[in-house]
């Protein structure tokens, strides 16, 4: 038997409530849930063939963008890899070819479509059929916010109690179903950011004065986005992204050292989405472990949200997401 090409797509997902800590790093367990819209637009495109005949000595290869892929990016990947062939009893290195439908230096890349993508294929490739729910607890070895891109639309990442992070799984919110609305990305700046997220949460962990609150009101933030999911609220689901933004950078602005994610044009564009806001456009922002500001509206608002953003000095370009479907098999050979 010769090796088995299985090609995955996944869409990246932004969070709504923000996943920002963990409760155990070895299995990547977070220290609190967090809740997300899964993009069409913006994801990844993964194969995975494992070398069945090439016996278990050489390296896995990692082609990232068309070019061998950065060693730590490679490493990080063979980790992930390492895991499925545990699982699946297989010991052959594997070629992965990996793209991302972002702008290339935009800084936007995610690891939540990435991981997700990868889990999806590797699993496949290796034999292996998992649930959605298993591919979810997978996909969250690699990356805590790719359990969530597993699915697609609106998706919950508990939390879990188990010490072997089983119940540390996303399932899909179908209260969300079919609501039309869109998140506009105004990217701020070009390339990588400063420091991962990994890092980031770790030091803010173990250095901010504000991490202990931030995880003692996650719980709330999580119910009221839920109450607002189920009310088609918009205006009650944008304030909770919003606060949850807001107060999980500052839980990262205390640490020590600081980390501050926002450039001018982070905050300009912040300030461009309340001005919208007070001239009675519904539209609430949300930012990540970036300078990027996304712009939560109703798809019949979006073109003009990002009229308004491409407007903000400094903001290089925006991009109007809409809801995706979870991450899939889309070739098989
Ligand atoms: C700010 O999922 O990238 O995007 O689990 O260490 O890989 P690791 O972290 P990652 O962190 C995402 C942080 C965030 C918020 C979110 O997506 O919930």
């Known amino acids: 038997m010769t090796d088995r090409a299985v090609t995955a797509v996944a869409g990246t997902n932004i969070a709504l409530c923000k996943y920002w800590g963990k409760r155990d790093a070895a299995l990547n367990l977070p220290a609190t849930g967090s809740l997300?819209?899964?993009?069409?637009?913006l994801g990844t495109r993964t194969t995975v063939a494992f070398d069945l005949e090439g016996g278990a000595g050489a390296e896995d290869r990692v082609v990232f963008e068309g070019a061998p892929a950065a060693p730590a990016f490679a490493a990080r990947v063979s980790a992930?890899?390492?895991?499925?062939?545990?699982r699946a009893g297989l010991r052959a290195r594997a070629r992965v070819t990996t793209d991302n439908s972002v702008p290339t230096g935009a800084g936007l890349a995610s690891s939540a479509s990435g991981f997700a993508a990868l889990a999806v294929a590797a699993s496949r490739a290796a034999g292996l059929a998992l649930s959605p729910a298993e591919l979810s607890a997978l996909a969250r070895l690699g990356s805590g916010s790719a359990a969530r891109s597993i699915f697609g639309g609106f998706a919950e990442m508990a939390r879990g109690n188990a010490p072997d992070g089983a119940d540390a799984i996303a399932r899909p919110l179908a209260a969300g179903d079919g609501w039309d609305v869109r998140l506009v990305v105004a990217v701020t700046a070009r390339g990588e950011k400063p420091m991962?997220?990994?890092?980031?949460?770790e030091l803010t962990a173990r250095t901010s004065p504000f991490y202990a609150a931030w995880v003692a009101g996650a719980d709330a933030d999580l119910g009221a986005a839920r109450a607002a999911l189920a009310a088609r609220d918009l205006a009650a689901l944008g304030a909770v992204a919003e606060r949850s933004a807001l107060r999980m950078h500052a839980t990262a602005f205390a640490a020590e050292p600081?980390?501050?994610y926002w450039n001018p044009a982070t905050l300009a564009a912040i300030e461009a989405v309340r001005a919208l806001r007070a001239g009675g456009t519904p539209v609430y922002f949300t930012i990540d472990a970036g300078p990027h500001v996304k712009a939560l509206c109703a798809a019949a608002d979006a073109n003009a949200v990002a009229g308004a953003l491409a407007a903000v000095p400094g903001v290089l370009r925006t991009i109007v997401a809409a809801p995706g479907p979870g991450a899939r098999v889309v070739e098989e050979t």
């Open 196 to 201: 991962g997220s990994t890092a980031a949460m």
């Open 36 to 41: 997300s819209l899964t993009l069409a637009e």
């Open 258 to 260: 600081a980390i501050i």
């Open 80 to 86: 992930f890899l390492d895991r499925v062939r545990a």
